[in-house]
């Protein structure tokens, strides 16, 4: 009887992951966008200059995200992937669907066939290269490399052939940014990780401990924001301080970066404003949380609505969105009111016909992530079921402080990857009952509150997965901590990971489409509190 091994996800990876975001959201959008159109059942895909539809109320289930004009989606539930390329949507390029996929990346995207070890193929979905069988966990590739993991729990490099370029040796490696450099992170013990910027012939340049730095971003553009007692610091390669960018606030990883000679920076109030790489303040501190476009605007957050900005403080957009995220070249998605999302240009003209409900954006990097890593690495030998798990308690005991650390961490992954019958070898979580059997999968806007504090709470459910957010009214909309969880029937449990990755919370409760009730528990003081949610 065959069983599947996974690779677990510990806390170090969860934080580092958080300082790899992608800024730059257009670069892997293309000109194709996944969208469900008001009143319309199933995902439609749009071509995002002309505004115009390619396919219409056409899959069920919600593509991947659409890269250099291919895309995968799930065939069904539990039937795995397809991929299909936009310009010809009769038929899938592949003639067997693959159990898991990411998305392509100059040409090539890892992906798993049932019982197979995982695979480089190409946009005909030809084999180009064959993973070690000890390889785990493939991430999409960035700048001609992948980040992959071993059943070790060793982190190295490959290329788009699937040659090792950098044997797995590592905890965690941050994606190879577009200078050709990486950063690896080493635990050196329950406090202190070692951190090492090099380049793909695994050259070092600069280490340095968790005691003297933390990082906030990766090295692109020749500079590092890192961060020390809370105040952010740009070093190069070498370690060298090239300048101070204020304090750091919690949950603002994705602002930092210099663009266009400019980054922003905060004060110890909070606010954010826009400075030069020479130190020169351009725009003073006033707003909640600014964004680069990189094009020298910033969407800029206040007062709970956002607009854009460009660097003389002169509004490009007006405050009258709730978000806004640029897919291409003078293309936005904006959202307006409750699951009203729609396409504009940078003048603000409406590019698209029709609004919609849902809008598949680039694949957030904590969620692909950890797609990435539920890869899937099949055996023969035996093993019971129980054995893999007891492989992953010490797996927990490596990254976990406390025996209450391990116990929860082991009933997270088994209520979310092992929900399955002692003798099935269906893929995992095929016995659960799916939202999509309660009818309550999409959009979800909740209000309401943790006990004396208010919330608003945004979801969306496709099957058993579920994504999402929430933000405390006391802090505005633009402080919002990110959901992942799972639904089997009403129980709807949900973890709660800070900005800078740290799991620091969940949701216990029972959903029936229109209230979200039970337990909240604070992971930092071990506190809990009941909640109570409703759509308005």
């Not at 009214?473 to 959901?483: I, V």
Request: with cysteine; net charge negative; charged share 25%.
């Amino acid at each position: 009887m065959k069983h599947n091994y996974l690779l677990a996800i510990p806390a170090i990876i969860l934080l580092f992951v958080s300082c790899s975001e992608t800024k730059d959201d257009s670069a892997s959008f293309g000109e194709y966008l996944a969208v469900k159109v008001v009143g319309e059942e199933n995902w439609s895909v749009i071509d995002v200059n002309t505004g115009n539809f390619v396919c219409r109320n056409e899959f069920k289930n919600r593509p991947k995200q659409i890269s250099e004009d291919f895309f995968f989606v799930e065939k069904d539930k539990g039937k795995g992937y397809e991929c299909y390329n936009v310009h010809n949507l009769s038929s899938a390029i592949n003639s067997e669907p693959y159990y898991s996929a990411t998305y392509f990346e100059g040409g090539f995207s890892p992906v798993v066939y049932m019982d197979t070890t995982i695979i480089i193929v190409n946009k005909a979905c030809k084999e180009i290269g064959s993973l070690a069988h000890n390889v785990v966990s493939a991430q999409p590739f960035r700048n001609g490399f992948s980040v992959i993991y071993t059943d070790e729990r060793e982190a190295g490099l490959i290329d788009t052939l699937g040659n090792v370029v950098i044997r797995p040796q590592f905890d965690v490696i941050m994606p190879m940014s577009s200078d050709g450099y990486a950063v690896t992170c080493k635990k050196m013990n329950d406090t202190i990780f070692n951190y090492t910027i090099i380049d793909s012939a695994c050259a070092k340049y600069y280490t340095f401990t968790s005691e003297k730095y933390d990082p906030v971003t990766g090295l692109e553009n020749g500079s590092m924001a890192v961060k020390k007692n809370h105040k952010v610091v740009y070093i190069d390669k070498d370690g060298n301080r090239l300048f101070d960018a204020g304090e750091y606030v919690k949950g603002t990883s994705a602002s930092y970066g210099v663009f266009d000679h400019m980054t922003v920076y905060a004060s110890e109030t909070g606010k954010m404003g826009v400075m030069t790489d020479k130190g020169e303040k351009l725009i003073r501190d006033k707003y909640d949380l600014l964004v680069p476009l990189r094009d020298g605007t910033f969407v800029a957050y206040q007062d709970g609505k956002c607009g854009v900005i460009d660097k003389d403080d002169a509004k490009v957009l007006p405050f009258e969105y709730e978000d806004i995220v640029k897919v291409a070249d003078d293309r936005l998605v904006v959202k307006e009111g409750e699951n009203r999302y729609y396409i504009i240009d940078g003048k603000g003209n409406e590019v698209s016909k029709e609004t919609f409900t849902a809008v598949a954006l680039q694949e957030n990097s904590l969620k692909s992530f950890l797609e990435s890593l539920i890869m899937v690495k099949s055996s023969n030998d035996g093993n019971s079921e129980q054995e893999a798990m007891e492989e992953l308690r010490k797996y927990a005991s490596t990254y976990s402080t406390s025996q209450e650390d391990i116990n929860e961490q082991m009933k997270d992954w088994e209520n979310e990857y092992m929900g399955r019958s002692e003798n099935s070898s269906q893929p995992m979580s095929s016995n659960n009952m799916q939202a999509s059997d309660s009818g309550i999968e999409g959009n979800h806007h909740l209000t309401g509150s943790i006990s004396k504090y208010g919330i608003t709470m945004d979801i969306y459910i496709d099957g058993e997965i579920i994504d999402g957010s929430y933000y405390y009214h006391s802090q505005g909309s633009s402080n919002r901590m990110s959901l992942y969880g799972s639904i089997n029937g009403t129980e709807l449990y949900l973890e709660e990971f800070a900005p800078d990755g740290n799991n620091t919370g969940s949701f216990s409760g029972r959903f029936n489409g229109r209230t979200y009730s039970g337990i909240f528990t604070n992971n930092l003081n071990g506190k809990t509190m009941s909640f109570s949610l409703s759509k308005n």
